[in-house]
């Protein structure tokens, strides 16, 4: 009984102490949820003050933009009233210009019209080399306003100028852009309005306020003469009319090199035929030569035949005795023997002198085909681009009768000489022949062999 009443009594104490904590937790979460209420209310408290600054702010701000909105509208309005007000005023001012010049405005406008096409021509006049800024005196050509007494007299000393001096043949220092991109100074010497020429006889022409050196020159006994003319050992020199349009022209005629790069891969074939065709004919012309040179000399010594000729293979052959019939095959062997060492070489020259025109009509089947697709492709509005194909087409035939004409003659020239030299060893082997039969029925062969008989 005594341990139930103990227990009941430490029961007791320990629900108390639990009872005490709970509420002190409880007193603790509630001044932290105060404490939080008052951080969030102080935080909308300050938001809403800076919500209501900007606010006004932006009152203040839209007030701003109005005024000055307001402000411009003002001044577009005033700027309008001053417009109308300075068109009415250039109008008055026009018509009172009207009225002043009179009949005198049409003269006015021939002058203008006139100062500006002679700006034109200055600005391509070799003389504004000499006579640099002569064209900015003519700039009232494009102004509105009434042209006054320097500049009506500006246009006729111009005109004056240029009349004179395109009478004159003078020499002046003057800076020339040459080719490389160099521009030095030098000595030029100007013939009129139509050319000017350096002192090393270069021709010049003027563009862009300068003279320039001429990409492409004229031949050079052209240039040496016009250096003659201006070092004054020579009184003649090639004059261009056309101011150096026709020189500039000249300059973009294509060189030899430009044609033959034209033709292609064809035209090269062509032109490496063509060697080959002409170093052979070169070859037979000097073998042919030699023979005939080794033949006359076996003439002069018949009696001493020698193997370096062919005649003299004939008569070595012809010493071998036998009968006739067997001396007569000898020199038939010896005949055919010769036949194609003097022939050598004349089928490949036949042979190129016919293919190099063939080819020529190849790389002209091959350029129309070329112009025909630029045709379908780019239409027939440019002929630059049909230009490339055309003058592939015609350039390769060129090369081929270039090739074909030299070796064709050569051929025919090498043949001639390689048949008289044939018929020359047969006569003399049919001359053998007779001489050999002469001595043993003389009067009979006569009448039979007369030619050989003659030969021998």
Known sequence: MKLSCVLATVLLLGSAVNASAAEADMQALLNTVQDRVAREQATDQQRLATFRQSSREQVKLLQQAEARLAASQQRQTDLKTLFDEQESLLAEQQNLLKNRTGQLGEIFGVVKQQAKDLQGVLMDSLISAELPGRAERLEFSGQQEVLTRHELEALWQTFQQELIYSGQVKAFEAPVVMTSGETHNTEVVRVGAFNAVSADGEFLVYADDRLKQLARQPDSSVRAQAAEFVRGEGDTLLVDPNRGGLLQLLSLKPTLQARIEQGGGVGYLIIGLGIVGLLVALWRLLVSTYTGLRIRRQLAAVQNPRKDNPLGRLLLAAQ????????????????????????????????????????GLLGTVTGMIGTFQSITLFGTGDPKMMAGGISQALITTVLGLCVAIPLLFCHSHLFSRTRRTLQ??????????VEREEAQQPEVLAEEYPEAANAA
């Open 424 to 433: 020359f060893l047969q006569q003399k082997s049919l001359a053998i022949l």
């Open 320 to 359: 071998a005795g036998g009968s006739r019939e067997d001396m007569e095959v000898r020199l038939d062997s010896a005949l055919l023997a010769e036949t194609p060492k003097l022939e050598q070489g004349l089928a490949i020259l036949k042979l190129i002198a016919a293919v190099a025109p063939l080819l």
